[in-house]
T-cell receptor
Framework: AQSVTQPDIHITVSEGASLELRCNYSYGATPYLFWYVQSPGQGLQLLLKYFSGDTLVQGIKGFEAEFKRSQSSFNLRKPSVHWSDAAEYFCAVGSGGGADGLTFGKGTHLIIQP | DTAVSQTPKYLVTQMGNDKSIKCEQNLGHDTMYWYKQDSKKFLKIMFSYNNKELIINETVPNRFSPKSPDKAHLNLHINSLELGDSAVYFC???????????FGPGTRLTVL
């Protein structure tokens, strides 16, 4: 069965510092990987996705993620965080098509210190 | 210009009542989904529909009945509401060929 693990429930980062959020997945076929962000009281916004090709993918808001098949990981990074980045971040895995639902990790709550 | 919209945004009701949540997408997608986010923020797929046909029906009580009148709409009807149904329900949509899902703003259901 597929699964996603986000080992960090909470992460606190100072504004302007770099950020890395970890994500490990288990999937029986070629994984299609996603990072979503959820601000308080809001829906989920897609930050970036990996389907194939270059293993370093760029997303919105200055985020990037690197797919490492050997480590079954898809970590999210940002070189310099802003206070507005405080939110809940979800990693998800799914198939490349069809009507399959996404399997989500439990999320990482990002706190930005001034 | 909202891509995926849900109504209502908030729903407060008594145990035993029946309620519906509506979802509409204007992205031209052919697949729509319902997810449940529990109090610990865990998201889990409930249903998916492709071209108005039910594809996924996870282990959801049969008190939950999705209905898709057309490709742009997927409604969720819940009978005999229970306390444990309190959650945020998200609708999402995607193209069948590309599982990039776009989410609605969510409906926070509170059962008293």
């Amino acid at each position: 069965a597929q699964s996603v693990t986000q080992p960090d429930i909470h992460i606190t980062v100072s504004e302007g510092a770099s950020l890395e959020l970890r994500c490990n997945y288990s999937y029986g076929a070629t994984p299609y990987l996603f990072w979503y962000v959820q601000s308080p009281g809001q829906g989920l916004q897609l930050l970036l996705k990996y389907f194939s090709g270059d293993t370093l993918v760029q997303g919105i808001k200055g985020f990037e993620a690197e797919f490492k098949r050997s480590q079954s990981s898809f970590n999210l990074r940002k070189p310099s965080v802003h206070w507005s980045d405080a939110a809940e971040y979800f990693c998800a895995v799914g198939s490349g098509g069809g009507a399959d639902g996404l399997t989500f990790g439990k999320g990482t709550h990002l706190i930005i210190q001034p | 210009d909202t891509a995926v919209s849900q109504t209502p945004k908030y729903l407060v009701t008594q145990m035993g009542n029946d309620k519906s949540i509506k979802c509409e997408q204007n992205l031209g997608h052919d697949t729509m989904y319902w997810y449940k986010q529990d109090s610990k923020k865990f998201l889990k797929i409930m249903f998916s529909y492709n071209n108005k046909e039910l594809i996924i029906n996870e282990t959801v009580p049969n008190r939950f009945s999705p209905k898709s009148p057309d490709k742009a709409h997927l409604n969720l009807h819940i009978n005999s509401l229970e306390l444990g149904d309190s959650a945020v329900y998200f609708c999402a949509s995607s193209h069948t060929q590309k599982n990039e899902q776009f989410f609605g703003p969510g409906t926070r259901l509170t059962v008293l």
